[in-house]
């Protein structure tokens, strides 16, 4: 599985991205820090699911993530976030978020999220 991953802060992406490219069924293609990046990023393709952390610096987000299932609607996005808002939820939800995860959960429940994600598809 090919991801894009959108995270602000640089050391928990790339911690995150090296992580996840262990995983036998995972590799981490394509890596943003901004809502700007994750445009450019999206527009080479060839990714099978993104994570977009909220908030990002640019602003956007939501548009970001419209952007990235009206792309490609079998392309599964997974928000995380630390907001615990429902309005903030149900946003990401409707712009086409598949699933909007704390980031307070573990790693490994990231990585089921992911999986499942993309076997609904």
Do not use: W
Request: proline share 5%; with cysteine; net charge negative.
């Amino acid at each position: 599985m090919l991801i894009l991953f959108v995270e602000y802060h640089a050391s928990f992406r790339q911690s995150a991205s090296y992580m996840m490219d262990q995983e036998a069924d995972m590799e981490v293609v394509s890596q943003a820090g901004s809502v700007a990046e994750g445009r450019r990023k999206m527009a080479e393709g060839g990714i099978d699911a993104a994570l977009v952390d909220i908030p990002l610096p640019d602003e956007g987000a939501p548009e970001l993530v419209r952007e990235l299932h009206d792309a490609n609607p079998a392309v599964p996005v997974l928000v995380l976030t630390r907001v615990e808002d429902p309005d903030v939820r149900a946003e990401f939800l409707a712009a086409g978020a598949s699933e909007v995860l704390s980031k307070e959960c573990t790693f490994v429940q990231i990585l089921a999220a992911v999986r499942r994600l993309r076997s609904e598809v």
